[in-house]
């Protein structure tokens, strides 16, 4: 079994920062890409940043510049620092990550379950 346990999102007030973690825990060889996505009221959920066990990210156009995603491939932690959170920031987010199990190799793609991060004044 493979379990992603994200930290407990809070609330924050535009401009705020916060940064979010999860850690995969379970039986686990190795780990491929991590990341973040999101999902708003009333929004599909939408991938958020992204980073490859070689450390290269990608950013959602709405975060660049302002979020940062970075992974600790030892800890099989990957985290998230949020900067100048906007209210549009305020959603349930996630974390992602495609689980290489041992022995057999197979890609499992596991799923944190969601914490919830709100920007309100």
């Known amino acids: 079994q493979v379990q992603l346990v994200e930290s407990v999102g809070c609330s924050v007030q535009p401009g705020g920062s916060l940064r979010l973690s999860c850690v995969a825990s379970?039986?686990?060889?190795?780990?491929?890409?991590m990341g973040w996505y999101r999902q708003g009221p009333g929004n599909e959920r939408e991938l958020v940043a992204a980073?490859?066990?070689?450390?290269?990210?990608n950013y959602a156009d709405s975060v660049k510049g302002r979020f940062t995603i970075s992974r600790d491939s030892a800890k099989n932690t990957v985290y998230l620092q949020m900067n100048s959170l906007k209210l549009e920031d305020m959603a349930v987010y996630s974390c992602?990550?495609?689980?290489?199990?041992?022995?057999?190799?197979?890609?499992?793609?596991?799923w944190g379950q969601g914490t919830l991060v709100t920007v309100s004044s």
């Open positions: 980073i490859s066990s070689i450390g290269s990210t």
């Open positions: 379970g039986n686990i060889f190795s780990i491929n890409d």
């Open positions: 992602n990550a495609s689980v290489i199990a041992p022995i057999t190799d197979a890609v499992l793609d596991k």
